[in-house]
């Protein structure tokens, strides 16, 4: 986990510097394909990704050492071509793994918060998932086990292949030519993001396209069907816990209200988007159907909720930040709670954003408890090594504080009929 980190500390600067770029470049073209409040959900989903995975919240119910140790039949020598052939199974595993995300009721869950956006940028590339918290991916490296593939090379090649599907996220990259056949390329990745009938479940792989070409998943994107982006289940919120169990809540309901024993255990193995009959009659969800005139997300923000939202925005980039640089300094209890306190902090100000009028009560109470937290154990934020880190803290949650007063009773919700 120390090391992942450390990656992090890399990779983190660099999206943010490619995302810049392509900020500027729609601006100069004017086609700017971010909007300021999506960008940061997708931003603090990111966070809430990196947070899960830097602590290492994760129910593993089978390791790829076990499979290998009892499937293995063979060993590649340590060479490129060990890298080369480790890279193709992991590609090839994500493409099955996405492809179940895809196919089937719960195991959406763990993929909608990618889909959920209705831009397409490079920020949308960090919508990862928090609720995939039960590990059984090796499963998918079957592959890779039989081929003796060490478990060292696929810990090294799994970020690296996930880091590289960042750059295709983007409306500014047409299509690339005789690389169309060969790897995902933008042209090829909006589709996978489309909602347009024709495009829904198509172009599951993750570097090289030669898995949809031959599992029959493959879709060009065509100019007389121009992508519409999101889910068709609009989540119609900012904030990425919500996000992340929406699916599930709602799938808890039906198991809840339909009738038929059989119904409440089924539907959660069902294809993707199927309820019974029961449910779906008197509890009816908004699906999209017009996509062409389907109304995004948008809320009325003065310019002061705006400050507010890239203050905290910036302020939480500085105690992950801060957690990432300082991970292997840090005690395991304190990373945890810590990250606890990280958490809580993007589902408040995310909350705040949609406009609950329960959420500056949550900011208060959330706010308080974190300068008490501070007061207690200070000494946990390496005051010897960085001086005027509490106190930084302390005027960040102090400032909340009175933010959630200033607007104690004056955020309304209005009536979301996709939500």
Known sequence: MDTYASILLWAIP????????EILYGHYKKHQTYTFMDTISSLSSGMTNILKDSLGLVLVIISYPYIMEKISIMEIEASYLLYVVAFVCIDFASYWNHRLNHSVNIFWNRHVIHHSSEEFNMACALRQSISAWIGFGALFLIPAAILGIPQKV????APLHLFAQFWYHTRHIGKLGWLEYIIVTPSQHRVHHAINPIYIDKNLSAIFCIWDRMFGTFQEELESEPPVYGVLKPVSTWNP???????????????????????????????????????????????????????????????????????????????????????????????????????????????????????????????????????????????????????????????????????????????????
């Open 14 to 21: 660099i999206f943010m510097i490619m995302m810049a770029v």
């Open 154 to 157: 696929i810990a090294i090649l």
């Open 241 to 419: 816990i919500f996000i992340n169990f929406q699916h599930a809540y709602h799938l808890f309901l039906d198991a809840y209200h339909t009738k038929r024993l059989k119904d409440k255990f089924r539907l959660w193995f069902m294809p993707t988007g199927w309820r019974p009959d029961d449910v779906k009659d008197k509890y009816p969800r908004f699906v999209t159907k017009d996509i062409n005139n389907r109304k995004k997300y948008k809320l009325y923000y003065s310019l002061n909720l705006k400050i507010i939202a890239a203050f905290q925005f910036i302020s939480i980039n500085f105690l992950v930040f801060f957690l990432l640089n300082n991970f292997s300094l840090l005690d395991i209890d304190f990373k945890l709670y810590f990250g606890i306190l990280i958490f809580i902090s993007i589902f408040g100000f995310t909350s705040f954003l949609d406009l609950y009028d329960w959420a500056p009560k949550f900011e208060f109470v959330r706010s308080f408890l974190c300068l008490i937290f501070l007061v207690v154990q200070p000494n946990q934020f390496l005051f010897d090594t960085y001086p005027f880190s509490t106190s930084i803290m302390l005027i960040y949650f102090s400032l909340t504080l009175v933010i959630s007063l200033l607007y104690w009773n004056k955020l309304k919700r209005p009536l979301i009929k996709s939500f």
